[in-house]
């Protein structure tokens, strides 16, 4: 992958987190397979 294209997905990426993090009760969509959330977020 290019690091245009690493960039780019960053900077859409980045705005989705935010949002979610100001918006708690949108959380739940944020729900990944990684059961130890200790170790691994999805950010």
């Known amino acids: 992958m290019s690091n245009e294209m690493q960039l780019n ?3 859409t990426y980045e705005p989705v987190c935010d949002y979610f993090d100001k ?3 949108w959380k739940f969509i ?3 397979n990684n059961n130890n959330t ?3 977020t999805d950010q």
């Open 9 to 11: 997905l960053i900077k």
């Open 23 to 25: 918006n708690p009760q």
């Open 30 to 32: 944020r729900l990944s």
């Open 38 to 40: 200790s170790q691994l």
